[in-house]
C-alpha cells in the first residue's frame, strides 16, 4: 500500500530534550515536506527537501532540523524542543517534475513539551 | 502573516444541500490551487485542484471556481453527505512551498 508512516504517533517530551520524528514514504517520491498544525493557523511548512542531501527552509524553521539521507526518508529533529513547539505534525511527499501535483501526507505526530 | 484565507472557521448543512466554502489569498504569484480534506487523528487527504489557467475544475460532487482578479476560490459540494464532515483546507502554490488557510469545519445534519 502506498503510504507516508510517521513514527511516532504520539510523544510527550520535556523542554531540552533532543527528539527525533521519523517519516518514511514508499511511493518513490522526490519531494517531501513537513508541517505543524496549530488552532486558527492552519499548516504552515517547516520544511521541504526537493531530494536527496537538498533541503529548504519553509516558512517556520525556527528550532528544527531536517536530514534527507536516503530518498524515502525525511527526519525531523528538535534539538532542545520548547513548549512553543507543542503541535500537530504532518509528513508529506509528492513526485518531483513540478508544482502541479497533490502532496500525499503521513497520519500526524502530536507532540507535547512540557 | 497568512497568504492564504478561510474566514469561516465552521459551516453547518442539511444532507442533501450544497456546501460552499471559502477562500482568500493574498499573494498574486500564486498559480495552483488545492483543498484537502481531514479527519480527525488523518493526515489532510487531496480533493480537488486547479491551476490559474482555469475558472473551474470539476470532480464528481466537488467543484472549485477561482476568480483571479479577486483572489477568492470556493468549493461547493452538491449534494452534501454525512461523510462530508471534516476540515477543509484551502492551499496555493507558485514553487515548491504549499501556503494553508487555517481551515473550515463541515458539519452536515442529517
Known amino acids: 500500500e502506498a503510504q507516508v508512516t510517521q513514527n511516532p504517533r504520539y510523544l510527550i517530551t520535556v523542554t531540552g530534550k533532543k527528539l527525533t520524528v521519523t517519516c518514511s514514504q514508499n511511493?518513490?517520491?522526490?519531494?517531501m515536506s513537513w508541517y505543524r498544525q496549530d488552532p486558527g493557523l492552519g499548516l504552515r511548512q517547516i520544511y521541504y527537501?526537493?531530494?536527496?542531501?537538498?533541503?529548504d527552509k519553509g516558512d517556520v524553521p525556527e528550532g528544527y532540523k531536517v536530514s534527507r539521507k536516503e530518498k524515502r526518508n525525511f527526519p525531523l529533529i528538535l534539538e532542545s524542543p520548547s513548549p512553543n513547539q507543542t503541535s500537530l505534525y504532518f509528513c508529506?511527499?509528492?513526485?518531483?517534475?513540478?508544482?502541479?501535483?497533490?502532496?500525499?501526507f503521513g497520519p500526524g505526530t502530536r507532540l507535547t513539551v512540557l | 502573516d497568512q497568504q492564504v484565507k478561510q474566514n469561516s472557521p465552521s459551516l453547518s448543512v442539511q444532507e442533501g444541500r450544497i456546501s460552499i466554502l471559502n477562500c482568500d489569498y493574498t499573494?498574486?504569484?500564486?498559480?495552483?490551487f488545492l483543498w484537502y480534506k481531514k479527519y480527525p487523528a488523518e493526515g489532510p487527504t487531496f480533493l480537488i485542484s486547479?491551476?490559474?489557467?482555469?475558472d473551474k475544475n470539476e470532480d464528481g460532487r466537488f467543484t472549485v471556481f477561482l476568480n483571479k482578479s479577486a483572489k477568492h476560490l470556493s468549493l461547493h459540494i452538491v449534494p452534501s453527505q454525512p461523510g462530508d464532515s471534516a476540515v477543509y483546507f484551502c492551499?496555493?502554490?507558485?514553487?515548491?512551498?504549499?501556503?494553508f488557510g487555517a481551515g473550515t469545519t463541515v458539519t452536515v445534519r442529517a
Open positions: 508529506a511527499s509528492k513526485p518531483g517534475g513540478g508544482i502541479y501535483n497533490e502532496q500525499f
Open positions: 511511493m518513490n517520491h522526490e519531494y
Open positions: 527537501s526537493m531530494n536527496v542531501e537538498v533541503t
Open positions: 499573494n498574486s504569484m500564486f498559480d495552483y
Open positions: 486547479i491551476s490559474s489557467i482555469k
Open positions: 492551499a496555493a502554490t507558485n514553487d515548491y512551498k504549499l501556503s
